[in-house]
T-cell receptor, first 112, second 116 residues
Framework: GESVGLHLPTLSVQEGDNSIINCAYS??????FIWYKQESGKGPQFIID?????DKRQGQRVTVLLNKTVKHLSLQIAATQPGDSAVYFC???????????FGQGTELSVKP | DTGVSQNPRHKITKRGQNVTFRCDPI?????LYWYRQTLGQGPEFLTY????????KSRLLSDRFSAERPKGSFSTLEIQRTEQGDSAMYLC??????????????FGPGTRLTVL
């Protein structure tokens, strides 16, 4: 069936290092992909999205890469800070769809 | 704070009781979504509305679950005859959809349900 999943459940990095969080998806018909950050006790917070006709998009300290050949999505966080500690989810959506399909999540822990 | 509010934030109930949750979306948003999230998992889609019309329901939404958005603004999610397996975080999100295209979904803080 359709699924969006993550390779690693946990990631620990040193403050100031770059972080890379990966995601694999299986539905080639997806129109766009979104990264969400979820802190403890809060709802998911939008970070960045990318359309299926793009392979890279940059935001503030974050970059999302999309490789449609291998159905792989990654989130790169530059100069990781303690405030980046959270669970990160990738999600899939369709332009004319409604529901988001989320993966399991990667917990990012930033060591000071 | 995204502007989406949910009440209550926590609910503890006994098995067999009915519970109702409320979501107030961002005022100009015409779409409202409900998701369920269990520990360590990503949110799972339950249902969504465009204005007052319920456009899609997941097969996860059993007959014991019902959602409404009577005036196209706030929404309620009711669970009848709760079971321990219903224990989860219930998340609401809203978005603006233009010509069928939905923009970013903003999530509320969730209602954590514990069924004893």
């Amino acid at each position: 069936g359709e699924s969006v999943g993550l390779h690693l459940p946990t990631l620990s990095v040193q403050e100031g290092d770059n972080s890379i969080i990966n995601c694999a998806y299986s539905n080639s018909a997806s129109d766009y992909f979104i990264w969400y950050k979820q802190e403890s006790g809060k709802g998911p917070q939008f970070i960045i999205d990318i359309r299926s006709n793009m392979d890279k998009r940059q935001g503030q300290r974050v970059t999302v890469l999309l490789n449609k050949t291998v159905k792989h999505l990654s989130l790169q966080i530059a100069a990781t800070q303690p405030g980046d500690s959270a669970v990160y989810f990738c999600a899939e959506n369709r332009v004319y769809g409604g529901k988001l399909i989320f993966g399991q999540g990667t917990e990012l822990s930033v060591k000071p | 704070d995204t502007g989406v509010s949910q009440n209550p934030r926590h609910k503890i109930t006994k098995r067999g009781q009915n519970v109702t949750f409320r979501c107030d979306p961002i005022s100009e948003h015409n779409r409202l979504y409900w998701y369920r999230q269990t520990l360590g998992q990503g949110p799972e889609f339950l249902t969504y509305f465009q204005n007052e019309a319920q456009l899609e329901k997941s097969r996860l939404l059993s007959d014991r679950f019902s959602a409404e958005r009577p005036k196209g603004s706030f929404s309620t999610l009711e669970i009848q005859r709760t079971e321990q397996g219903d224990s989860a975080m219930y998340l609401c999100a809203s978005s603006l959809a233009l010509a069928g295209v939905s923009l970013e979904q903003f999530f509320g803080p969730g209602t954590r349900l514990t069924v004893l």
